[in-house]
């Protein structure tokens, strides 16, 4: 056995397809989506929040989501989630043969009624009245914890605001839980004080994180995210994404800079690279805007460059 088979594994999560188009204005074409996804699995992703069975009223990108997943090209290993928001959202994501849910209910109460337009209590039954739909079909559920870090409406949220919105997912079965950062205002301390209270007080637990780059520190909490044993992260391929209801919300951390980071630390993803800084380059290309990822940029560490190539000072 290698020394790259022995390091750690780290689930890698693309969001791009789900996050990153959705704050996207015009409407990305099914094929393109469907292009993005097959190409990520061919690089070697093997988690996705694919898509989202929410309205297409609220959200007109995601009026595809059915047939985004009839054309995905499955492969065993490789888990496609979908986003619901209530128990219609859930019958269609079954019918639709997702590997498991998402849900998501704002720790902050102001950003709640701004996401969702209900209260926390409301969104956290619609939890309750749709996990039974997802144990029917044997269909694992993550919650998602929205604005764990900090909300743009209210500021510093409660650790305990955080525990609540998990006991109740907890009462309804779920014990996948990720962590959101909506707009970027998590810092390595507070994702440690945070961690830390979970894994206290629901060992039982899979936390995953999922970090926005807002103030360029989304990889520093990685950093502390891994040092805590965190082993799952959510990203987007180029730094895609934002969400559409919180002001000052940018892109989320990049998923070929995440990978890069992870590689270089002795990680195991079983990610190739290359592969996806090759779907992101494309992605920048059809969609015609610079994207913020970093590594397609520039390429390995180690890249060598022919001096004749360069520019030389002169005098």
Known sequence: MNAQTQAPHIIVTEVGTR?????????????????VINGLID??????????????????????????????????????TGLVPNARGAERAAAARVDMMACFVSASETHCQANLNKSKADALADVHEFTPIARQFNIPVRGAVATAFGCPFEGE????????????????GIRHVSLGDTTGMATP???RRTVKAIQQQFPDVLIALHFHNTRG????????????GVVEYESSIGGLGGCPFAPGATGNICTEDLVYLLHES????????EAV?????????WMGKPLPGQYMKSGPRLKQSD????RRAVG
């Open 277 to 285: 800084a090759a779907v992101a380059r494309s992605v920048q290309d």
């Open 19 to 35: 996050d990153g188009f959705q704050a996207e204005p015009d409407f990305i074409p099914t094929e393109r989506k469907v292009e």
């Open 266 to 273: 002795g990680f195991h993803t079983g990610i190739d690279l």
């Open 157 to 172: 949220v409660a650790t305990q605001s955080v525990l609540d919105v998990i006991a109740s997912y907890h009462a309804a």
């Open 43 to 80: 690089a070697g992703v093997q988690s996705f929040e694919t898509t989202s069975f929410v309205s297409p009223r609220a959200v007109p990108q995601m009026a595809d989501a059915m047939q985004v997943m009839a054309q995905v090209r499955r492969k065993p290993g490789v888990r496609l």
């Open 307 to 310: 001096l004749s190539s360069v």
């Open 189 to 191: 301390p507070v994702v």
């Open 217 to 228: 520190i989304g990889l520093a909490n990685v950093m502390a995210g891994l040092d805590l």
